[in-house]
T-cell receptor, first 113, second 112 residues
Framework: EDQVTQSPEALRLQEGESSSLNCSYT??????LFWYRQDPGKGPEFLFT???AGEEKEKERLKATLTKKESFLHITAPKPEDSATYLC??????????????FGRGTQLTVWP | EAQVTQNPRYLITVTGKKLTVTCSQN?????MSWYRQDPGLGLRQIYY???????DKGDVPEGYKVSRKEKRNFPLILESPSPNQTSLYFCASEGTEADTQYFGPGTRLTVL
């Protein structure tokens, strides 16, 4: 069964204090791993897609990395506007299930000044 | 502007009164999905569609119906809503060449 586990559930950081969020997954054949940001009451907003172990992608203060079992979202020198829930999802590489996404429960990040 | 739209954005209804939540995308995407999001449970896929007239169940399909008669539209139908279907619903679309799924703004449904 495909599963996604995110940790920690919640994270409080002081502005400028770097940290990492974890997403561990079990999937039979990974097509892609996705990171989203979600603000309260809004739809998830796409951040990154990673396809293979060793891949890295960066966007402003965020950097996502992927291994065969987990992904990390590194946040460097966060600002209060980075406060949000960060969601991880995986998609299996099976023709009959393209379009299926399995989400973790998210990490709620709060960055205080 | 590429977008996924949902209507209504907010809906309060009563048990048993049939309702439809519409979803439309303007990106000519093949794949469309419906999710519900509940506190502590995260996003769970209800139904997804690979193309016109092709749909399949996700993780929590009970009590829901969908149809895909046109590529751009993917309505979610609750034939007899119950209070346990009170939730925040998201529609999403994805193209075969796309990197990700694009989500709509959400529909907050309350069933009394």
């Amino acid at each position: 069964e495909d599963q996604v586990t995110q940790s920690p559930e919640a994270l409080r950081l002081q502005e400028g204090e770097s940290s990492s969020l974890n997403c561990s997954y079990t999937v039979s054949g990974l097509r892609g791993l996705f990171w989203y940001r979600q603000d309260p009451g809004k739809g998830p907003e796409f951040l990154f897609t990673l396809y293979s172990a060793g891949e890295e992608k960066e966007k402003e203060r965020l950097k996502a990395t992927l291994t065969k079992k987990e992904s990390f979202l590194h946040i460097t020198a966060p600002k209060p506007e980075d406060s949000a829930t960060y969601l991880c999802a995986v998609q299996a590489d099976r023709g009959s299930t393209l379009g299926r996404l399995y989400f973790g429960r998210g990490t709620q990040l709060t960055v205080w000044p | 502007e590429a977008q996924v739209t949902q209507n209504p954005r907010y809906l309060i209804t009563v048990t048993g009164k049939k309702l439809t939540v519409t979803c439309s995308q303007n990106m000519n995407h093949e794949y469309m999905s419906w999710y519900r999001q509940d506190p502590g449970l995260g996003l769970r896929q209800i139904y997804y569609s690979m193309n016109v007239e092709v749909t399949d169940k996700g993780d929590v399909p009970e009590g829901y119906k969908v149809s895909r008669k046109e590529k751009r539209n993917f309505p979610l139908i609750l034939e007899s809503p119950s209070p346990n279907q009170t939730s925040l619903y998201f529609c999403a679309s994805e193209g075969t060449e796309a990197d990700t799924q694009y989500f709509g703004p959400g529909t907050r449904l309350t069933v009394l």
